[in-house]
């Protein structure tokens, strides 16, 4: 699949990617399917320090703008990270909503699944 218009379109920053998506046509819903490309190196929300990512992780899921005439959800495939300082630790996902803007941290109160 090629994901450079979704990864684009959505504001996903390296390493993170679109690795699928489904349409629910009777809802008009597109759900983005993200992770983060294999062996990335990944920040601690906390310290910005980087770690390997590792095989536990958590999905936070939200609802995001709307895509064309749909309306779009992020599921996220966060990496656990264990941090030196901070323990085990969701890792920091940005989205960046166009070219001005700064990068934007996934907030505290998405919900796990």
């Known amino acids: 699949m090629d994901t450079e218009l979704f990864n684009r ?56 703008l709307s895509f064309f005439k749909y309306e779009c959800c992020l599921e996220v495939r966060v990496p656990l990270l264990t941090c030196i300082e901070h323990g085990k630790t969701p890792a920091c996902f940005y989205i960046k909503l166009n070219k001005y803007s700064e990068l934007y941290p996934f907030p505290e109160s998405y919900k796990l699944k």
Request: hydrophobic share 30%.
């Open 9 to 64: 379109a959505l504001g996903l920053v390296e390493p993170w990617t679109v690795s699928g998506y489904k349409i629910d046509e009777d809802k008009e819903r597109i759900t983005f399917f993200v992770e983060p490309e294999e062996n990335s190196l990944l920040m601690c929300p906390h310290c910005k320090e980087s770690y390997a990512t590792c095989n536990d992780y958590k999905i936070f899921d939200f609802d995001y």
